[in-house]
Nanobody
Framework: EVQLQASGGGLVQPGGSLRLSCATS????????IAWFRQAPGKEREGVAC??????????ADSVTVKGRFTISRDSAKNTVYLQMNSLKPEDTAVYYC?????????????????WGKGTQVTVSS
């Protein structure tokens, strides 16, 4: 059974940091790119970042202002992907989901992605 378990969300003040983790199982981790998407209340789901299957390439969505603040990485020994989020802003508040696909996908809503995990809530507020 394919599982992607996101964790690490919470309440943080503006300017703070969080590190999200996505623990995976049930598929060959090194064959899949892993992405983070997010969905804020009343908004469509949007891509945030993606790391390729080899870990050598990372991608950040142009549609969201996370470049320079968020960093995606993967640990093949732990079958886990991380999203380090720094300088958080209230507009980063959303449910964050991790997803796996053979292709690196970060644009759009990710409707073609193979596997999704349940999300973790990130709230940025003072």
């Amino acid at each position: 059974e394919v599982q992607l378990q996101a964790s690490g969300g919470g309440l943080v003040q503006p300017g703070g940091s969080l590190r999200l983790s996505c623990a995976t199982s049930g598929f060959i981790f090194d064959d899949y790119a892993i992405a983070w998407f997010r969905q804020a209340p009343g908004k469509e789901r949007e891509g945030v970042a993606c790391v390729g299957s080899s870990g050598e390439r990372t991608y950040y969505a142009d549609s969201v202002t996370v470049k320079g603040r968020f960093t995606i990485s993967r640990d093949s020994a732990k079958n886990t992907v991380y999203l380090q989020m720094n300088s958080l802003k209230p507009e980063d508040t959303a449910v964050y989901y991790c997803a796996a696909d053979r292709q690196a996908i970060v644009a759009g809503s990710g409707s073609t992605i193979d596997y999704w995990g349940k999300g973790t809530q990130v709230t940025v507020s003072s």
